[in-house]
Each structure stands twice: as structure tokens, then as C-alpha cells.
């Protein structure tokens, strides 16, 4: 079934040499593969731009830019980072290993090129491809699910893309490491998935919950963790399902951590989180102004709820572009200008 599946694969051959072109195409199409050849680096960049790539095989000395100028644009655009990279070196070349290898090449092949090796190393990176190709399809459903419970109430519509990029941006702002503002982006669509477990009747009730409908209600965080937990490429984002719920004195929930018990990355998506519900229409009051949800924020951060430090420089990305009051549905829409 793999083998099958590979077999389809779509592979790029970029160099200038026609002859050494030629002869890679000639023996992938052999093997049974698709191939779409290049004479130089911004052609092979503008046929990674157009086409769906399962593999590019990169000559490292070409014009219009190198191999390794090819493989690091390749690596650092989030659409193509994912696809394999073979660079193809003279034999032993070892400063040119070094520098594809910064670059993130994913293996080397040599010239001249031996026709096992070409396809031995061909396979097994489409192996590999076919394999992260699923875990996206898996995070894919995950997101989905997590969009389709959004859906069902009118009240939180774009909450949960809006946790996403201010979540982000706070990190940013804090100067996190990339993986945390990865889980933030990944945790602010998700982090409501557990409420798929919630009866509708629950979810969507205007009015106050009963001590047992809360009860219900406060299961989510946990639910939407277990939901969650087989995809080991979310990691970092289970703590932030789990606990974005929690308060500084101990009174939130799962788990009723305190302080710096929480994740930091929970407590960024909670602050913006807070925000975000006070800024935005609910069934039983309209959508505060900035202002008024800063001022009501601070006075539960008095309370010990929330992290005056944090609220301050959310506040600051909020105030970036201008210092006028606007309405939650307004600056959440400015927010859409934050770079991130
Ligand atoms: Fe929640």
C-alpha cells in the first residue's frame, strides 16, 4: 500500500548540467516516479511554488541561485519546510555536507550517482514524507473538530482564530522560543476541543449553569487533552488544552494550580482568552469597550486571578497601532494587522 502510494510521488531534479538532469529523470521515471526538472535555482523555486513537490533533488553549484540559497527557502516556507531535500555534491565534499546540513538539507547524494543509492535514498525519504503527510491529515481533523464546535455557538465566531494570533503575538512580544509560539498558534485553535463532549444544551444555555451542568462544563480542558494526547507533534500544546482554565490563587480549574504552576504558555492564551470573552457580544451583555475590559480585567487581577505583567503587554500590542477606545470586535479585527 506505501510502496504504492510512493510510487506516485512527484520529484523535482534541479541542475544545470543536461546531461546529469537527464540521467537522474530518466532512471526515477524508470523506478516509476513523476519528474519535473529545473536548470537553475529560481527555476526550481518557482516550480516548488506551483507544483506539489514530494521530493527535490538539488544540484549544489547552480545559477540563479545555489542549492543551499534553494534549500533554505525551501525549509524556511511553512508549505514547503515539510518536503525532503537531497543535495547532490561531489564525492567526499565535506564543507559542502557541513553547509547543506545548516541549511537543512535532509540527505546528500554524490556525483557520480549510483543508480541503488539514487533509489534507496529516494524511497525512504518519501517513506518518511508519506508518514508526516498523515500526522498533517490527523492535525487537520483535529483542527476541524475544534472549528465544527466553534460553529455551534454565534456568540464565539472567530474566537478561537483570534486566540491564535494574539496568543502569538504576546509570545512574541515576551520574546518566548519558537516552539512555544508554535504551540500558542497550534493551542489557540484548539484548546476548546473538549467542548465537543459538551451537551448542547449546556454549551449553548443563556442563562447561569447548575452546580451539575458546570460540572459538566469544567470537564472540557481535560476531555480536550485526552482528545488530543495520541498526536505526539502537539506536545507542547496539552498543557495549554489542560490548563487554560486555572487562576493564579488556585480557584480555577482542572487542577487548581497556582501561580507559577501553570505553564506560561496557559497563562499567555488565558489572558488573551479573558479578553477576548470580555471584548466580544455574549448572550447576557454586549461586548465591552477595550478600555472598559482592561479595567474590569485589572480589578480580577487584584483579585488574584490574573498576571498584571502579562495584561500589561497585551495591553501594549493592543495600543500599538493607535491609543483610541474601540470595541472588542473592533481591535480584534486591528489585530489582524499584527505582524506575527
Ligand atoms: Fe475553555
Redesign the pocket.
Given at each position: 500500500m506505501l510502496e504504492q502510494s510512493i510510487a506516485k510521488a512527484k520529484i523535482l531534479v534541479a541542475d544545470d548540467v543536461e546531461a546529469y538532469r537527464e540521467l537522474l529523470k530518466d532512471l526515477l521515471e524508470e523506478a516509476g516516479f513523476e519528474v519535473v526538472c529545473a536548470v537553475d535555482g529560481a527555476q526550481a523555486l518557482e516550480v516548488m511554488r506551483k507544483e506539489p513537490i514530494d521530493l527535490a533533488l538539488l544540484d549544489v553549484m547552480m545559477p540563479r541561485r545555489t542549492g543551499f540559497s534553494v534549500c533554505r527557502t525551501i525549509k524556511s516556507d511553512p508549505k514547503t519546510c515539510l518536503t525532503p531535500v537531497v543535495l547532490v555534491t561531489g564525492l567526499d565534499n565535506l564543507d559542502d555536507r557541513i553547509q547543506g546540513i545548516e541549511c537543512g538539507a535532509d540527505d546528500f547524494l554524490s556525483k557520480p550517482t549510483n543508480k541503488q543509492e539514487l533509489l534507496a535514498r529516494t524511497r525512504s525519504l518519501l517513506k518518511l514524507k508519506k508518514f508526516t503527510d498523515e500526522l498533517e491529515n490527523a492535525a487537520t481533523v483535529l483542527t476541524s473538530l475544534a472549528l465544527s464546535v466553534e460553529a455551534k455557538d454565534p456568540y464565539t465566531e472567530g474566537h478561537c482564530a483570534r486566540l491564535s494570533k494574539y496568543s502569538v503575538a504576546l509570545a512574541k512580544k515576551l520574546a518566548r522560543p519558537k516552539e512555544e509560539q508554535e504551540a500558542l498558534r497550534i493551542g489557540g485553535i484548539l484548546?476548546?476541543i473538549g467542548?465537543v463532549a459538551v451537551p448542547e444544551q449546556i454549551l449553548l444555555k443563556p442563562g447561569p449553569l447548575t452546580p451539575q451542568e458546570r460540572k459538566i462544563m469544567e470537564e472540557?480542558?481535560v476531555k480536550g487533552e485526552y482528545i488530543c494526547s495520541p498526536l505526539k507533534s502537539i506536545k507542547l500544546v496539552l498543557p495549554i488544552i489542560r490548563h487554560?482554565?486555572e487562576k493564579l490563587d488556585g480557584s480555577g480549574y482542572p487542577d487548581g494550580l497556582k501561580g507559577d504552576q501553570i505553564p506560561l504558555t496557559a497563562r499567555i492564551l488565558t489572558t488573551v482568552?479573558v479578553y477576548d470573552a470580555l471584548s466580544t457580544d455574549r448572550p447576557y451583555r454586549k461586548a465591552l469597550s477595550t478600555k472598559d475590559a482592561f479595567a474590569l480585567i485589572r480589578e480580577e487581577v487584584k483579585r488574584g486571578w490574573w498576571e498584571g505583567h502579562l495584561i500589561d503587554e497585551f495591553e501594549k500590542i493592543l495600543m500599538r497601532k493607535d491609543n483610541r477606545s474601540v470595541s472588542g470586535r473592533e481591535s480584534a479585527s486591528r489585530i489582524e494587522g499584527v505582524a506575527i
Amino acid at each position: 500500500m506505501l510502496e504504492q502510494s510512493i510510487a506516485k510521488a512527484k520529484i523535482l531534479v534541479a541542475d544545470d548540467v543536461e546531461a546529469y538532469r537527464e540521467l537522474l529523470k530518466d532512471l526515477l521515471e524508470e523506478a516509476g516516479f513523476e519528474v519535473v526538472c529545473a536548470v537553475d535555482g529560481a527555476q526550481a523555486l518557482e516550480v516548488m511554488r506551483k507544483e506539489p513537490i514530494d521530493l527535490a533533488l538539488l544540484d549544489v553549484m547552480m545559477p540563479r541561485r545555489t542549492g543551499f540559497s534553494v534549500c533554505r527557502t525551501i525549509k524556511s516556507d511553512p508549505k514547503t519546510c515539510l518536503t525532503p531535500v537531497v543535495l547532490v555534491t561531489g564525492l567526499d565534499n565535506l564543507d559542502d555536507r557541513i553547509q547543506g546540513i545548516e541549511c537543512g538539507a535532509d540527505d546528500f547524494l554524490s556525483k557520480p550517482t549510483n543508480k541503488q543509492e539514487l533509489l534507496a535514498r529516494t524511497r525512504s525519504l518519501l517513506k518518511l514524507k508519506k508518514f508526516t503527510d498523515e500526522l498533517e491529515n490527523a492535525a487537520t481533523v483535529l483542527t476541524s473538530l475544534a472549528l465544527s464546535v466553534e460553529a455551534k455557538d454565534p456568540y464565539t465566531e472567530g474566537h478561537c482564530a483570534r486566540l491564535s494570533k494574539y496568543s502569538v503575538a504576546l509570545a512574541k512580544k515576551l520574546a518566548r522560543p519558537k516552539e512555544e509560539q508554535e504551540a500558542l498558534r497550534i493551542g489557540g485553535i484548539l484548546h476548546d476541543i473538549g467542548k465537543v463532549a459538551v451537551p448542547e444544551q449546556i454549551l449553548l444555555k443563556p442563562g447561569p449553569l447548575t452546580p451539575q451542568e458546570r460540572k459538566i462544563m469544567e470537564e472540557h480542558p481535560v476531555k480536550g487533552e485526552y482528545i488530543c494526547s495520541p498526536l505526539k507533534s502537539i506536545k507542547l500544546v496539552l498543557p495549554i488544552i489542560r490548563h487554560h482554565h486555572e487562576k493564579l490563587d488556585g480557584s480555577g480549574y482542572p487542577d487548581g494550580l497556582k501561580g507559577d504552576q501553570i505553564p506560561l504558555t496557559a497563562r499567555i492564551l488565558t489572558t488573551v482568552d479573558v479578553y477576548d470573552a470580555l471584548s466580544t457580544d455574549r448572550p447576557y451583555r454586549k461586548a465591552l469597550s477595550t478600555k472598559d475590559a482592561f479595567a474590569l480585567i485589572r480589578e480580577e487581577v487584584k483579585r488574584g486571578w490574573w498576571e498584571g505583567h502579562l495584561i500589561d503587554e497585551f495591553e501594549k500590542i493592543l495600543m500599538r497601532k493607535d491609543n483610541r477606545s474601540v470595541s472588542g470586535r473592533e481591535s480584534a479585527s486591528r489585530i489582524e494587522g499584527v505582524a506575527i
